[in-house]
């Protein structure tokens, strides 16, 4: 996982006009390592025929805008959906996931003055990362962890509310995608929810036809929530809260809002695809 940009922003400073999803950063003051993709990419998204019959391997990383909106009376996240375009969601979906406390769609890079400037309204917490996803893997977003046992409740596809405690472990927030060259640099995402332990132990495991060992991990992914959405080129993802997540105990909830010295803070996560070719990649 390659981390090209880490920036915290509080207060009611303006947001810096880089701070847009899919924009490169104006200076190197304002990231920890260069903002091209490794070398040695981790996730080949696409192969796409070049003339002479040489294959180019397009390679896909992610820019990962966290906002962290502070809760005090005002949810300043829902004028957010006022530009974000949630029809991109079958409705079957898009109604599961609002009763479990989450909202999904689409946003485009017009959109964004508007969205940067409820954030800075907001006096809002901005994070922003670069990511790439390990080969054949899809790309794992950390969103917060179980320091304490933690009971999280979901509507299934069955509309039966279930839940399990967890005595500890990662909240993840996982993207599946594919890239498709020949449709314009459309997207294809589809998100899941997990909650991974690490035992702490190691087991053996076949990985590209090599026997190697591999941490061990206790795992539970909601399966019946992956909504799955295309993005058009330059376009990005939103993911948030509905208002059903004034439920504390519903998933949405668990995994996107924090407590932190006496305040409460819910999350949105802006995700914008960024195909590139990776040097070498060409055969």
């Given at each position: 996982?390659?981390?090209?940009?880490?920036?915290?922003?509080?207060?009611?400073?303006?947001?810096?006009?880089?701070?847009?999803p899919g924009a490169q950063p104006r200076s190197p003051h304002e990231v920890t390592e260069s903002s091209t993709p490794s070398e040695n990419p981790s996730s080949v998204l696409a192969r796409k025929a070049t003339?002479?019959?040489?294959?180019?391997?397009?390679?896909?990383?992610?820019?990962?805008?966290?906002?962290?909106?502070?809760?005090?009376?005002?949810?300043?996240?829902?004028?957010?959906?006022?530009?974000?375009?949630?029809?991109?969601?079958?409705?079957?979906?898009?109604?599961?996931?609002?009763?479990?406390?989450?909202?999904?769609?689409?946003?485009?890079?017009?959109?964004?003055?508007?969205?940067?400037?409820?954030?800075?309204?907001?006096?809002?917490?901005?994070?922003?990362?670069?990511?790439?996803a390990q080969r054949g893997?899809?790309?794992?977003i950390h969103v917060g962890s179980i320091g304490d046992s933690e009971s999280v409740f979901s509507y299934g596809a069955d509309q039966r509310l279930v839940g399990k405690t967890f005595p500890a472990g990662d909240k993840l927030v996982n993207l599946d995608y594919l890239f498709h060259p020949e449709l314009g640099g459309n997207t294809e995402v589809r998100v899941s929810f997990e909650i991974r332990h690490d035992r702490g132990v190691l087991t053996w495991e076949q990985r590209n036809g090599v026997v190697e060992q591999v941490p061990d991990y206790d795992r539970h992914v909601f399966a019946d929530l992956s909504p799955a959405l295309t993005l058009n080129a330059g376009e990005f993802l939103v993911l948030g809260l509905s208002d059903?997540?004034?439920?504390?105990?519903?998933?949405?909830?668990?995994?996107?809002?924090?407590?932190?010295?006496?305040?409460?803070?819910?999350?949105?996560?802006?995700?914008?695809?960024?195909?590139?070719?990776?040097?070498g990649a060409k055969r």
């Open positions: 996982m390659i981390n090209a940009g880490v920036l915290a922003i509080a207060g009611c400073a303006p947001l810096p006009a880089w701070l847009v003339p002479g019959n040489n294959i180019q391997a397009i390679d896909l990383a992610f820019d990962v805008v966290r906002v962290d909106l502070p809760i005090s009376g005002v949810r300043h996240s829902r004028k957010v959906w006022n530009h974000v375009d949630e029809l991109r969601l079958d409705p079957q979906s898009a109604a599961l996931l609002a009763r479990n406390g989450l909202r999904i769609g689409a946003a485009s890079p017009d959109a964004w003055p508007a969205i940067r400037a409820i954030f800075e309204a907001a006096e809002a917490d901005i994070r922003r990362d670069q990511l790439v893997l899809p790309l794992t059903q997540a004034k439920n504390e105990y519903l998933l949405g909830s668990r995994f996107l809002t924090r407590a932190e010295s006496g305040k409460r803070y819910e999350t949105l996560l802006c995700l914008t695809p960024q195909p590139y070719q990776a040097q």
